[in-house]
C-alpha cells in the first residue's frame, strides 16, 4: 500500500506559477512510475504529467507541454509538477498518482495502482 499527500494548489491569476508536491509513503518509493492527472468541473479526469523510477522518462499532454515539468526526489519520496504560464483552462483538482508495475508510458494510458486524494488549483482569468 502506497499514501500519496499533495499539497501546493491554490488561486493563481492566469501566466502565474504554482508547484505541486506529492509525498508518498508505505513502500520503496524508487519502485514506482508517477504522474499527475486532473479533472477540470464537468470533465473526465486526464493525463497531465508521468515520471519513470529513475527520473530519466518524461511525459507530458500535449496541452501542458513547454509550460509543466515533472520531477521527483528518490531520497525524499516526493514528486514535483511545477506549472508556469498558468491559463484559466489549467483549472482542475490534480491527482497524484502511482504505479508499481506500469512504465511511466503507460501510466499514461491510466495504468495507476493508487491514487491521492487531489488538490485545487484555480487559475483567474
Do not use: H
Request: glycine share 10%; net charge positive; proline share 2%.
Amino acid at each position: 500500500q502506497v499514501q500519496l499527500v499533495e499539497s501546493g494548489g491554490g488561486l493563481v491569476q492566469a501566466g502565474g506559477s504554482l508547484r505541486l508536491s506529492c509525498a508518498a509513503s508505505g513502500r520503496t518509493f524508487s519502485n514506482y512510475a508517477m504522474g499527475w492527472f486532473r479533472q477540470a468541473p464537468g470533465k473526465e479526469r486526464e493525463f497531465v504529467a508521468t515520471i519513470s523510477r529513475t527520473g530519466e522518462s518524461t511525459y507530458y499532454a500535449d496541452s501542458v507541454k513547454g509550460r509543466f515539468t515533472i520531477s521527483r526526489d528518490n531520497v525524499k519520496n516526493t514528486v514535483y509538477l511545477q506549472m508556469n504560464s498558468l491559463k484559466p483552462e489549467d483549472t482542475a483538482v490534480y491527482s497524484c498518482a502511482a504505479s508499481r508495475t506500469a512504465t511511466a508510458a503507460a501510466m499514461k494510458l491510466g495504468r495507476v495502482d493508487y491514487w491521492g486524494k487531489g488538490t485545487l488549483v484555480t487559475v483567474s482569468s
